[in-house]
C-alpha cells in the first residue's frame, strides 16, 4: 500500500456558478470524499487560499501570488491510500473536479522509506 | 443529468436561500448603489464556502459564516475602492453577525429588499426579472432556462432594472402608510407572475420551476407575516399558489409529459399544501376587498374539493368563471370559461359560445382553435380539421403540436 498525493487545478472555473449549482457541487463532493473515508482511502486534504506569497532568489526576494494563471493554480490536495499508481489514477476518476471545463488532478506518490 | 436531479432533490437551497438573506442584510446596511459590490462579494464568500465544506463540515451556523465573509469582502473592496463618500468606517461595526445591533429583524430586510425589487420605476418585467436574481438567488443563466429565455435578453433586463435599482432605491426602507396597500399590490402581482411563470409554462426546466413556485411562496409568506400588510387579496393568492402547487407533482407522468387534471392520480395531490390553502382561502374572505386571486382561488379550490375529474362541480366554476369573465375578462379568462360550459353543460352550448367570442382577439391564439376543434370533433362537426390545423400551425411547443396531430389523425 502506498500513499498518493492529488493536486487539484482549474477549479476556478466554478467560482462563476450560480448559488444553486455550488451547493449542487459541493454535496457531490461530499459524497465523494465520504465515500474514499469510508473505505479508509482518505487520508487528509483540505482547499488552499488562492492568495499567498512565493519567496524566492535566495529568500531576498517575496512576491504576492498569483503563481500561475487562474487554470494552473493548484486548489487543493488530498492524500490517500492505494495499492499501485493505476488504483491511485482510478479513484482519481471519480472526483467531481471533472464536471468543470479545465478540471485537472494530478496524482503523484509520496515518498517513503 | 438524472444524477443532477437526485443530489439536488437532496440538498437544502441553503445557499439559494442565504444569497437572498445576505444580500438584503447588506443592501440595507450599505445602501442600494452598492448592490454590484454585494453581489460579489456574496458570489465570492459562497465559492470559499463551496471549496472549504466540500472537504470537512460546514459550520453550525452557514449563514453568520456566510454573513462574516461576505460582509468583510465588501468592506474590502469599498475601502480599496476609494469611495470615501461611499465609504464609512461605523459600518465596520457588526461584522461578528447579522443585526448585533437588533434594529430590525432579517425578515424585515428582506421584506424591504422585496419592496426595492419590485420599485415603481421599474417595468412589470424588470421587477420580475430583479426580484428571481436578487430574492430568489437564480443566475441569469437559470431565469433563462427555467423561462426559455435568451441568455442575454435576461441579462439586459437585469442589468437595466438593476440601474434604477441603484438610482431610484437610494436606502432601503417600507413603504410609508399612504402608499402600503398600493406597493402591497404592484408585489403581490410580481409574485403571482413569478409564481405562474414557474407553474403553468410547459418549457422550461422542471426542478428549477419548482424552485421558482416554492420561492414566490415564500415571498408572499413574508409580507403576510408582517403585522398590517396581509391584505386580503394577499391570502387569496397565497391560497390560489398552495392549491396549484399541492398538484406539481402530479402534473408531470413518469415520462414527464404533463398531465391534465382529467389524467391526474389525484392521490398525489400534497394533502397537508392543500389544507394550507383552505385556511388561506377561509382568511381571504374577511374584508370588502375581492381580487381576480379570490375567483382564481376558488376556481382551484373546487377541483381541490373534487374526487374525480367526472364528480367535479363544474357548474359552481362556470359561475366563477361567469364572474370573472365579468369582472376580470382577458382572453385567457374568456377561453377557460368555454372549457367550463363545455364540462357543465355540454360541446353544443360551448361551441356556440365560442363563437360568439370577438375573434380578432383570438386570431393567434393556438388554444382557441384546440378547443374550437375539440368541441368540434364532439359534435361530429366537419369544421373540425381546419382547427385542428389551424392550432398545430399556430403552437410552437412540440409536445403541444404532437397533441394536436394524433387528435387529427384520429379524424381520418
Not at chain 1, 1 to 22: I, N
Request: charged residues 25%; contains cysteine.
Amino acid at each position: 500500500m502506498s500513499r498518493f498525493m492529488y493536486l487539484f487545478r482549474g477549479s476556478d472555473a466554478m467560482a462563476e456558478m450560480s448559488p444553486e449549482e455550488m451547493e449542487v457541487h459541493m454535496g457531490k463532493w461530499k459524497t465523494w470524499m465520504g465515500g474514499l473515508a469510508q473505505e479508509g482511502v482518505l487520508v487528509d486534504g483540505l482547499p488552499l487560499n488562492k492568495d499567498g506569497k512565493q519567496v524566492s532568489n535566495g529568500a531576498q526576494t517575496v512576491i504576492d501570488g498569483p503563481f500561475a494563471e487562474g487554470k494552473e493554480m493548484v486548489g487543493g490536495y488530498l492524500i490517500v491510500n492505494a495499492d499501485n499508481e493505476n488504483a491511485a489514477v482510478e479513484i482519481a476518476k471519480g472526483c467531481p473536479i471533472f464536471e468543470g471545463p479545465n478540471g485537472n488532478v494530478e496524482v503523484r506518490e509520496i515518498m517513503s522509506m | 443529468m438524472s444524477n443532477n436531479t437526485s443530489v439536488s432533490n437532496s440538498i437544502d437551497h441553503i445557499f439559494r436561500s442565504e444569497y437572498s438573506k445576505l444580500v438584503s442584510i447588506l443592501v440595507g446596511k450599505f445602501g442600494a448603489n452598492c448592490i454590484d459590490v454585494i453581489e460579489d462579494a456574496i458570489q465570492e464568500a459562497l465559492y470559499k464556502a463551496m471549496r472549504m465544506w466540500s472537504y470537512q463540515e460546514s459550520p453550525k451556523d452557514p449563514g453568520k459564516w456566510l454573513y462574516r465573509v461576505a460582509h468583510n469582502q465588501v468592506i474590502d473592496t469599498l475601502r480599496r475602492s476609494n469611495k470615501s463618500v461611499e465609504y464609512n468606517p461605523e459600518l465596520e461595526k457588526g461584522e461578528e453577525s447579522p443585526h448585533s445591533m437588533n434594529e430590525h429583524s432579517i425578515d424585515d430586510d428582506q421584506l424591504m429588499m422585496i419592496f426595492a425589487c419590485c420599485h415603481p420605476s421599474m417595468k412589470e418585467s424588470e421587477q420580475i426579472m430583479l426580484s428571481l436574481k436578487l430574492l430568489c438567488g437564480f443566475s441569469n443563466k437559470e431565469i433563462a432556462r427555467a423561462f426559455m429565455k435568451n441568455t442575454e435578453a435576461v441579462k439586459k433586463a437585469i442589468t437595466r432594472a438593476k440601474q434604477k435599482f441603484k438610482e431610484e432605491v437610494g436606502e432601503l426602507q417600507l413603504p410609508n402608510e399612504g402608499q402600503l396597500m398600493g406597493r402591497v399590490r404592484a408585489v403581490i402581482k410580481v409574485i403571482y407572475l413569478i409564481f405562474n411563470n414557474g407553474y403553468t409554462a410547459v418549457e422550461g426546466e422542471s426542478l428549477l420551476k419548482k424552485d421558482v413556485c416554492e420561492d414566490a411562496i415564500r415571498l408572499a409568506l413574508i409580507i403576510h407575516q408582517k403585522e398590517g400588510y396581509s391584505a386580503p387579496e394577499l391570502k387569496a393568492l397565497l391560497s390560489l399558489m398552495l392549491f396549484n402547487f399541492s398538484r406539481f407533482d402530479a402534473r408531470v407522468s413518469d415520462e414527464l409529459e404533463l398531465l391534465t387534471l382529467d389524467k391526474q392520480d389525484r392521490s398525489k395531490w400534497d394533502k397537508e399544501l392543500m389544507n394550507r390553502a383552505h385556511i388561506f382561502f377561509g382568511q381571504s374572505a374577511s374584508g370588502q376587498s375581492f381580487s381576480r386571486y379570490h375567483f382564481e382561488s376558488a376556481i382551484a379550490r373546487e377541483h381541490a374539493l373534487a374526487q374525480s375529474f367526472e364528480n367535479t362541480n363544474w357548474k359552481q366554476i362556470l359561475d366563477l368563471y361567469n364572474l370573472m369573465n365579468r369582472y376580470y375578462p382577458s382572453p385567457t379568462v374568456s377561453l377557460n370559461r368555454i372549457v367550463a360550459i363545455d364540462q357543465a353543460e355540454g360541446a353544443k352550448s360551448a361551441l356556440k359560445q365560442l363563437n360568439n367570442l370577438n375573434g380578432k382577439n383570438y386570431t393567434n391564439n393556438h388554444l382557441y382553435y384546440a378547443i374550437k376543434g375539440d368541441l368540434e370533433i364532439k359534435l361530429n362537426n366537419k369544421g373540425a380539421k381546419d382547427s385542428l390545423l389551424k392550432a398545430i400551425d399556430l403552437t410552437d411547443n412540440l409536445k403541444e403540436r404532437g397533441f394536436l396531430k394524433s387528435k387529427l389523425a384520429c379524424l381520418h
